[in-house]
């Protein structure tokens, strides 16, 4: 018996106690952890599906798998602190920073993905569209629907991961819902600012408004 830390393969062991005759040395385990598992499934909140994380853990008893998974977010922040080379003040200016850079930027065009800037976005017009609008196909646009897609904010502002545990939605489907945007000038898993959104959202609304408007005025003129 030994007190140790996580694996030591038995040639460790042989050269620490010793190559005593008659004694075959063995791999140590010394981690109170014996088995962990982890689910990533749908999770439905007000404000659209999240990612919920399940995860499973067994113990030796020396410790409680609560204690266990404390213990390891400690580790993972004390090591993630070498990695923060500036301060919160910093990190402030640097968002106001890349804010104004991108109001700066309304108006910019472009062609690819990778070149499409956030503030684009914000005065995309396919950005007010229902879905059923789009150029997708009828199965894509059921499996939209069916997460409560309606519109193409909700969609662009999903990311790829989580379009693709849409039921019925494979990676054929999502690959022809990228071609659609990225004709249009968008792209899935864009980060629209929430006061974008509200913006975005009472655009819709004067619009579908002025469309109804419009349609009982011809229902007066034709009946």
């Known amino acids: 018996?030994?007190?140790?830390?996580?694996?030591?393969?038995?040639?460790?062991?042989?050269?620490?106690?010793?190559?005593?005759?008659?004694?075959?040395?063995?791999?140590?385990?010394?981690?109170?952890?014996?088995?962990?598992?982890?689910?990533?499934?749908?999770?439905r909140t007000p404000n659209g599906v999240a990612d919920l994380l399940t995860v499973q853990v067994q113990t030796d008893g020396v410790i409680s798998p609560k204690e266990a998974i404390g213990a390891a977010a400690?580790?993972?922040?004390?090591?993630?602190?070498?990695?923060?080379?500036?301060d919160e003040n910093e990190i402030v200016d640097l968002q106001e920073s890349v804010q104004h850079s991108l109001s700066s930027s309304v108006g910019t065009a472009s062609s690819t993905a990778s070149n499409i800037a956030e503030a684009d976005a914000e005065i995309n017009d396919f950005l007010l569209m229902r879905i059923e609008e789009m150029e997708f196909s009828q199965r894509a646009s059921n499996c939209l629907k069916s997460e409560n897609i309606i519109y193409v904010h909700q969609l662009v502002t999903r990311s790829e991961q989580s379009l693709l545990r849409v039921p019925n939605l494979g990676r054929?489907?999502?690959?022809?819902?990228?071609?659609?945007?990225?004709?249009?000038?968008?792209?899935?898993?864009?980060?629209?600012?929430?006061?974008?959104?509200?913006?975005?959202?009472?655009?819709?609304?004067?619009?579908?408004?002025?469309?109804?408007?419009?349609?009982?005025?011809q229902s007066d003129i034709w009946g």
């Open 172 to 217: 054929k489907s999502l690959d022809e819902i990228n071609a659609v945007l990225l004709a249009n000038g968008l792209r899935v898993g864009m980060n629209i600012s929430k006061p974008t959104i509200k913006q975005i959202v009472a655009m819709i609304a004067k619009k579908e408004e002025q469309s109804n408007s419009r349609s009982g005025l």
């Open 74 to 86: 400690r580790i993972i922040t004390e090591q993630c602190k070498n990695l923060i080379y500036f």
């Open 1 to 43: 018996m030994a007190i140790g830390r996580g694996y030591v393969t038995s040639i460790e062991n042989k050269e620490t106690y010793g190559a005593d005759y008659g004694v075959l040395y063995i791999d140590s385990v010394f981690t109170p952890v014996t088995r962990v598992s982890y689910d990533v499934t749908n999770m």
